[in-house]
């Protein structure tokens, strides 16, 4: 609940599964990340500075189409939706949701650190060349 206040990160979660009588229970917890909502930092860059925060966050998602050679599968259409997904999929590993509110308040604080230094993130920390160090010094 507290993750839905969060505007760029989206839970997914199954609405038919969700009613009155039921509590959501997760091994691990998948997000849809909008890198709009942070200043433009991609995905990985975010994940990769989360994960230097202590947060137990990894890119969620890899399309078969962008990992693979055509001749291994037969697509219909352009695969927009997998596309989407493998750019802004994050997962948020099961440690942290062992750790209960505590982890979430975690969460919640650095990924607003991330939201208020994305600008120098996205300038100094590409996803290619990461250093962590330089990432924990910016978030200090």
Same mark, same amino acid.
């Given at each position: 609940?507290?993750?839905?206040?969060?505007?760029?990160?989206?839970?997914?979660?199954?609405?038919?599964?969700?009613?009155?009588?039921? !509590?959501?229970?997760?091994?691990?917890?998948?997000?849809?990340?909008?890198?709009?909502?942070?200043?433009?930092?991609?995905?990985?860059?975010?994940?990769?500075?989360?994960?230097?925060?202590?947060?137990?966050?990894?890119?969620?998602?890899?399309?078969?189409?962008?990992?693979?050679?055509?001749?291994?599968?037969?697509?219909?259409?352009?695969?927009? !939706?997998?596309?989407?997904?493998?750019?802004?999929?994050?997962?948020?590993?099961?440690?942290?949701?062992?750790?209960?509110?505590?982890?979430?308040?975690?969460?919640? !604080?650095?990924?607003?650190?991330?939201?208020?230094?994305?600008?120098?993130?996205?300038?100094?920390?590409?996803?290619?060349?990461?250093?962590?160090?330089?990432? !924990?010094?910016?978030?200090?």
């Amino acid at each position: 609940e507290a993750l839905s206040s969060m505007p760029g990160l989206h839970v997914l979660a199954h609405a038919a599964l969700l009613t009155e009588h039921t !509590q959501p229970a997760f091994y691990k917890v998948g997000l849809r990340y909008e890198p709009r909502e942070f200043g433009g930092l991609s995905r990985d860059v975010f994940a990769k500075a989360m994960r230097a925060e202590g947060i137990a966050v990894d890119a969620g998602f890899r399309g078969l189409h962008l990992t693979h050679s055509r001749r291994r599968f037969r697509a219909m259409g352009s695969l927009e !939706q997998a596309t989407s997904a493998d750019r802004d999929m994050l997962i948020w590993h099961h440690p942290a949701l062992l750790e209960g509110s505590s982890a979430v308040e975690q969460f919640l !604080q650095a990924t607003q650190r991330l939201k208020e230094h994305a600008d120098e993130l996205k300038a100094r920390c590409s996803a290619e060349s990461y250093s962590r160090a330089v990432c !924990q010094r910016l978030m200090q």
